[in-house]
């Protein structure tokens, strides 16, 4: 399932933008950002990078979630 951000909830800080693997997150008029829901492939690394846990939060295994962290760590270096 594609992920949904909760907007009442964004800050805008753009972590999930950063790691999107298929870059299908994007900035909104009002700063917060916004998913294009039909080229979401539902990684989950969105949803582990979100500071305010607004972006719906999915079942991810083990795998999924170090795959995820490797990644972050190195893209925010
Ligand atoms: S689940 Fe993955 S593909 Fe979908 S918006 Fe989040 S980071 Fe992008
Ligand atoms: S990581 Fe969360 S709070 Fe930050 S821009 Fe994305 S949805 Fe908003």
Redesign the pocket.
Known sequence: M??IISKSDCVGCAN?ER????G??TEDKDKKRR?NESA????????LACPRKC?SQNNLTKKMILFHKNRTIKSFV
């Open positions: 594609p992920r999930c790691v999107c693997i298929v299908c997150i998913i979401c492939v539902d990684c989950g690394a969105c949803q972006i």
